[in-house]
């Protein structure tokens, strides 16, 4: 029999789904006044051509137009967890009737026995290993997920639905979809279960995926893995999913791994040719909590990665507008404040000022150093003081869509607020 599997690793994750998508902003500042709120801005975008490019071409699917944008945004844990992101992504696909765009990559996170986002469903059968980039004795090949579940019997079926627990009901359909595993071998055959609806299917051997075109839009698809060559250590990898369909508007493709740090990505053998698929127009990058964690951090590894990383997003598109953001304050095994984020955070700033990007200091905004214990009293963060509770993310997500939302409105020479009070009223 199907079955379903949720790992979550929190069990204050059950909650975010049930929450509606209420602005929080506005009514608590004078109840956590060790936040700075003032601080709470996109620093050096206005010097960015980049994010000039990027805030017109929102602007036109704000006022009803047709346009593509599509944000990257990669991390952590509190990536994987997709709380935050899948907020941001909310807000952004509701904010005009022609702004949801297709829902796009996403990684079926149960199958390799780790939290899966509630937004959308997995459910599979047959015995499936999960191996992670973050894991030091893992070694298996990665893509752009950092994420690959294993499986080496027989036959298994797959369903994923798209729409799960959301602030909205029946967001996405799709009629295409792309399966990414290790098709450089012949051990394994992919099928979809509703054949008669396939119209065409193509295979990519440089970025390993298949993918078939459907007669129709459909919220849920099932495909079967099935064994088709009797040889040693036959073994089929996932590697991710990606559900499209012709919609303009923004598309919000997340990407997380727990405990991920630049390091870990860099061990993804096709993360650079998976990425090259696409043609971000702002790619979030919230990688350093992980980085910053131990005292063995090395500043100029963690610059030159930070680096290495922003040329590789420009080669995909030279006009995408990266978003650096400082990792938020956190403790050290529960123990002590880290005093190694300020390091990243001094960091990041030089990488933003000689790429010409954009930084939102998240941990500026925190409170700074030992800030976190502030949070976690307030309940705002776990005993942990790394991640945080449903509405510290909500807080969260609300401070970076005000901060993006105030930097457009001011590129674009609009009222202020004008842009939020759409965004959060639509």
């Not at 599997?5 to 204050?12: A, G």
Request: charged share 25%; glycine share 4%.
């Amino acid at each position: 029999m199907m079955r379903h599997s949720y790992l979550l690793v929190y069990l204050w994750l059950l909650a975010v789904p049930c929450m509606a998508q209420t602005y929080v902003l506005d009514t608590l500042q004078s109840k956590y006044p060790f936040v700075n709120w003032k601080a709470n801005t996109i620093k050096m975008a206005e010097d960015s051509p980049a994010f000039k490019k990027l805030f017109c071409k929102l602007d036109t699917i704000a006022r009803g137009g047709k346009e593509k944008v599509h944000v990257f945004h990669i991390g952590g844990s509190h990536i994987q967890a997709d709380i935050y992101s899948n907020r941001l992504r909310s807000y952004l696909q509701t904010m005009s009737s022609t702004s949801k765009g297709q829902r796009g990559f996403i990684y079926p996170y149960s199958m390799a026995k780790t939290n899966n986002p509630g937004n959308y469903r997995v459910a599979f059968d047959g015995e499936w290993s999960g191996y992670r980039c973050s894991v030091r004795k893992d070694s298996v090949a990665w893509g752009l997920a950092g994420v690959t579940a294993i499986f080496k019997d027989s036959l298994a079926n797959v369903k994923i639905k798209v729409n799960g627990n959301n602030y909205h009901e029946d967001m996405y359909d799709f009629n295409k979809i792309r399966i990414f595993y290790d098709n450089w071998t012949t051990d394994y055959k992919v099928s979809l279960k509703q054949d008669s609806i396939v119209t065409n299917m193509v295979e990519n051997k440089k970025a390993h995926f298949i993918e078939y075109t459907l007669a129709n839009s459909v919220e849920e698809i099932e495909f079967c893995v099935e064994k088709i060559a009797d040889t040693t250590n036959a073994e089929f990898l996932m590697m991710g999913i990606e559900l499209m369909n012709d919609n303009e508007g923004v598309q919000y493709t997340s990407i997380g791994v727990n405990g991920g740090s630049f390091s870990y990505y860099n061990r993804c053998r096709y993360f650079d040719e998976q990425l090259l698929l696409y043609k971000p127009d702002l790619f979030i990058i919230s990688i350093g909590t992980n980085d910053a964690y131990h005292p063995d951090f090395k500043p100029e590894a963690y610059k030159r990665y930070y680096t290495d990383m922003i040329k590789l997003i420009q080669k995909a598109n030279p006009d995408c507008a990266v978003l650096l953001t400082v990792p938020n304050d956190s403790y050290y095994k529960r123990k002590i404040p880290n005093p190694r984020t300020r390091e990243a955070q001094k960091i990041i700033y030089e990488v933003a000022q000689e790429q010409k990007m954009a930084v939102w200091d998240f941990y500026e905004i925190m409170g700074g150093f030992n800030s976190s214990q502030s949070w976690y009293t307030h309940k705002l963060m776990p005993r942990d003081r790394i991640h945080f509770t449903v509405m510290g993310y909500r807080i969260k997500a609300d401070l970076l869509l005000q901060a993006l939302a105030n930097s457009w409105e001011k590129e674009m020479q609009l009222e202020p607020n004008a842009i939020l009070n759409q965004i959060i009223n639509e």
